[in-house]
T-cell receptor
């Protein structure tokens, strides 16, 4: 498949370790945030979301943290697996924007066996 | 439940030509958004369609246009293609009925303009 993130920052992680991916956003009016995973040749796949009235949300092996004070979002992946290798994007939306998503630049995660 | 599908998967055009990309939304979804993803970048919002009308537009020129049909499927049309239009075009569907912001993406159409 075709590579999605040729010039993206890369996080190399040992299999089994935890991964932390960070994202800064600029719109203080944003109230809904999503992390997407994009594998080569595929569209973005929803991982987890969080609303602005929360600061933490957990899913299966993933946790999203939201710090509205500094407009920062992070995704933590526990016990990273080879299948987690992909490009990860954060996205945000604000009430006035309807369902328009504004995406960050993305981070490539490479899981080493 | 059927996911979001897009056609074609790949397309090669030359400068000045016109192209039409197609998207079928996920079953039960009434809103379709289109995004352009250049290589190495995050998707950029082009526009959104709801009830067969454009409902929000990003920073794209008028030669990018679209349609939504009664069955909620959608088309993206690009006229007078330019080299910089080469990108992955993503369609995402969602449902305003549920009040959820979650959008489901299709696999995309890879457009190459020569």
């Amino acid at each position: 498949g075709e590579s999605v993130g040729l010039h993206l920052p890369t996080l190399s992680v040992q299999e089994g370790d935890n991964s932390i991916i960070n994202c800064a956003y600029s719109n203080s009016a944003s109230d809904y945030f999503i992390w997407y995973k994009q594998e080569s040749g595929k569209g973005p796949q929803f991982i987890i979301d969080i609303r602005s009235n929360m600061d933490k949300r957990q899913g299966q092996r993933v946790t999203v943290l939201l710090n509205k004070t500094v407009k920062h979002l992070s995704l933590q992946i526990a016990a990273t697996q080879p299948g987690d290798s992909a490009v990860y994007f954060c996205a945000e939306t604000a009430p006035a924007a309807g369902n328009k998503l504004t995406f960050g630049g993305g981070t490539r995660v490479l899981v080493k066996p | 439940e059927t996911g979001v599908t897009q056609s074609p998967t790949h397309l090669i055009k030359t400068r000045g030509q016109q192209v039409t990309l197609r998207c079928s939304s996920q079953s039960g979804h009434n809103t379709v958004s289109w995004y352009q993803q250049a290589l190495g970048q995050g998707p950029q919002f082009i526009f959104q369609y709801y009830r067969e009308e454009e409902n929000g537009r990003g920073n794209f020129p008028p030669r990018f246009s679209g349609l939504q049909f009664p069955n909620y499927s959608s088309e993206l049309n690009v006229n007078a293609l330019e080299l910089d239009d080469s990108a992955l075009y993503l369609c995402a569907s969602s449902s305003r009925r549920t009040g959820s912001n979650e959008q489901f993406f299709g696999p995309g159409t890879r457009l190459t303009v020569l």
